[in-house]
């Protein structure tokens, strides 16, 4: 079975800091891993996502993650966050035919 | 151009009552998804659906039954609603199954909230 863990429910941070949202799988077999965003009463938005080749993925609005296959982590950096950057993250891994999804951070950013 | 669309965007009602939310998407995708966000923000997977047939359903109740009159279209009917099922549904879209053959990113819908008071 397959299954994520988001290791911060909150990450208060001021903005223009650096931020990392850390993500923690569990998967037997080679995965497809994802970075979603959910702003306030809105869907969700595909920040990035990873599928093989270079362990450096960069997706939308300046984020960007790193897959470590030994430490089976799939953490989401940004160098200078933005209020705008206020919303909830969720890291996702796919099993054939659906998304399993860990339990969410709520990225705060403060002016 | 909405990708992918739910209606109602609000829903509240009485428990025991029976509803539905309608979802659409516009994206010429082949498969769609049913998942449910809880007051945790904690978000399942409920049913799968490709080429209009049922693929995954993840032991939902049987008084959730969704449909699919066409691949655009996935509706989700539920019976005897209950103060449980409060919460957000979210419709979503893909090409192909995700993680099935490629990876198939998800397209989500805004999302429908239902309150069963």
């Known amino acids: 079975a397959q299954s994520v863990t988001q290791l911060d429910s909150q990450v208060p941070v001021f903005e223009e800091a650096p931020v990392e949202l850390r993500c923690n799988y569990s998967s037997s077999v080679s995965v497809y891993l994802f970075w979603y965003v959910q702003y306030p009463n809105q869907g969700l938005q595909l920040l990035l996502k990873y599928l093989s080749g270079s362990t450096l993925v960069k997706g939308i609005n300046g984020f960007e993650a790193e897959f470590n296959k030994s430490q089976t982590s799939f953490h989401l950096r940004k160098p200078s966050v933005h209020i705008s950057d206020t919303a909830e993250y969720f890291c996702a891994v796919s099993p054939p035919g659906k998304l399993i999804f860990g339990q969410g951070t709520t990225l705060q950013v403060k002016p | 151009d909405t990708a992918v669309s739910q209606t109602p965007k609000y829903l509240v009602t009485q428990m025991g009552n029976d509803k539905s939310i309608k979802c659409e998407q516009n994206l010429g995708h082949d498969t769609m998804y049913w998942y449910k966000q809880d007051s945790k923000k904690f978000l399942k997977i409920m049913f799968s659906?490709?080429?209009?047939?049922?693929?995954i359903n993840e032991t939902v109740p049987n008084r959730f039954s969704p449909k699919s009159p066409d691949k655009a279209h996935l509706n989700l009917h539920i019976n005897s609603l209950e103060l449980g099922d409060s919460a957000v549904y979210f419709c979503?879209?893909?090409?192909?199954?995700?993680?099935?053959?490629?990876?198939?990113?998800?397209?989500f819908g805004p999302g429908t909230r239902l309150t069963v008071l």
């Open positions: 979503a879209s893909s090409q192909e199954p995700t993680g099935l053959a490629g990876v198939n990113e998800q397209f």
């Open positions: 659906y490709n080429n209009k047939e049922l693929i």
